[in-house]
């Protein structure tokens, strides 16, 4: 979730990008995924200038909220039924979702993770307490800030520069990591944790993150089934083209092979 920010500041955590209609069959050729002729680029130039964003800016949008998604889908939650890089609600961007409600910020979108800090505080076990009950709920927040931080790390692995405002994502994981934490500094350790947990799981699948933030620009808003066949589309055609180039790689071998001549 990307908070909105002023046009001039150029970095809001979930830009919106030019409206338009697309599948995850353009996907893998760079930005010509976001249109095909002259007519197509002025439009995405149009909207962009409406919104007065730039396409750099854009691209980081989509890329933050794709990061969220990933990992959604990594840890197996399954909870954002939506993602949107269109501007609404005070956010550039946001991840939507009824089981996501908890860790949505307020408005009307849902509760507040504070909120939901407040209720669960006096639940929680006290030193010398067995915490096996409450092991659901320590995982729960451990999976939650993961998932609240990796919008901000795939940026950081995929793009140059900082990322972009992302102050209420870090706010909700502060108050989610306090119903484990003491202190200050156990808090910002325990988030370097969940970041460096979301590097690893974003790692293996920054191709098809690339492709999909093409995909993500072009439909603007993407619901869960079209997430979910858009991530299969995607994954498979990478699969395809590295076994061609495999392929390749070993008609090459045996070609070699062929006209070597043992002395």
Not at 4 to 14: F, M, T
């Given at each position: 979730m990307t908070e909105e920010i002023p046009a001039d500041d150029g970095n809001a955590e979930s830009a919106a990008s030019p409206a338009g209609s697309g599948t995850a069959a353009g996907v893998g050729d760079g930005n010509a995924g976001l249109g095909g002729g002259p007519e197509e680029v002025d439009e995405y130039d149009?909207?962009?200038?409406?919104?007065?964003?730039?396409?750099?800016?854009?691209?980081?949008?989509?890329?933050?909220?794709?990061?969220?998604?990933?990992?959604?889908?990594?840890?197996?939650?399954?909870?954002?039924?939506?993602?949107?890089?269109?501007?609404?609600?005070?956010?550039?961007?946001?991840?939507?979702?009824?089981?996501?409600?908890?860790?949505?910020?307020?408005?009307?979108?849902?509760?507040?993770?504070?909120?939901?800090?407040?209720?669960?505080?006096?639940?929680?076990?006290?030193?010398?307490?067995?915490?096996?009950?409450?092991?659901?709920?320590?995982?729960?927040?451990?999976?939650?800030?993961?998932?609240?931080?990796?919008?901000?790390?795939?940026?950081?692995m995929?793009?140059?520069?900082?990322?972009?405002?992302?102050?209420?994502?870090?706010?909700?994981?502060?108050?989610?990591a306090a119903l484990i934490c003491k202190t200050g500094p156990a808090t910002d350790r325990f988030i370097l944790l969940c970041e460096q947990q979301a590097y690893d799981l974003l790692s293996p699948y920054v191709g098809v993150l690339m492709s999909m933030q093409i995909v993500l620009r072009i439909q603007r808003t993407m619901s869960d089934e079209e997430i979910d066949?858009?991530?299969?589309?995607?994954?498979?055609?990478?699969?395809?083209?590295?076994?061609?180039?495999r392929r390749k790689q070993w008609q090459r071998i045996i070609a070699n092979a062929a006209v070597f001549k043992p002395e």
């Amino acid at each position: 979730m990307t908070e909105e920010i002023p046009a001039d500041d150029g970095n809001a955590e979930s830009a919106a990008s030019p409206a338009g209609s697309g599948t995850a069959a353009g996907v893998g050729d760079g930005n010509a995924g976001l249109g095909g002729g002259p007519e197509e680029v002025d439009e995405y130039d149009q909207l962009l200038a409406v919104l007065g964003r730039t396409e750099e800016h854009d691209q980081r949008v989509a890329i933050h909220e794709l990061g969220h998604v990933f990992v959604n889908r990594l840890i197996g939650n399954s909870s954002i039924s939506e993602v949107t890089i269109n501007p609404g609600d005070g956010f550039e961007g946001l991840c939507r979702g009824a089981r996501r409600a908890a860790f949505v910020s307020g408005g009307g979108r849902g509760v507040d993770a504070s909120d939901i800090r407040k209720v669960l505080q006096s639940l929680m076990p006290r030193e010398g307490e067995d915490r096996r009950a409450k092991a659901d709920v320590f995982q729960s927040v451990l999976d939650a800030v993961t998932e609240l931080m990796a919008g901000e790390v795939a940026e950081k692995m995929l793009l140059d520069g900082e990322p972009t405002s992302s102050g209420d994502d870090r706010r909700q994981a502060r108050e989610l990591a306090a119903l484990i934490c003491k202190t200050g500094p156990a808090t910002d350790r325990f988030i370097l944790l969940c970041e460096q947990q979301a590097y690893d799981l974003l790692s293996p699948y920054v191709g098809v993150l690339m492709s999909m933030q093409i995909v993500l620009r072009i439909q603007r808003t993407m619901s869960d089934e079209e997430i979910d066949r858009a991530i299969a589309t995607v994954v498979a055609r990478q699969a395809l083209a590295v076994e061609h180039i495999r392929r390749k790689q070993w008609q090459r071998i045996i070609a070699n092979a062929a006209v070597f001549k043992p002395e």
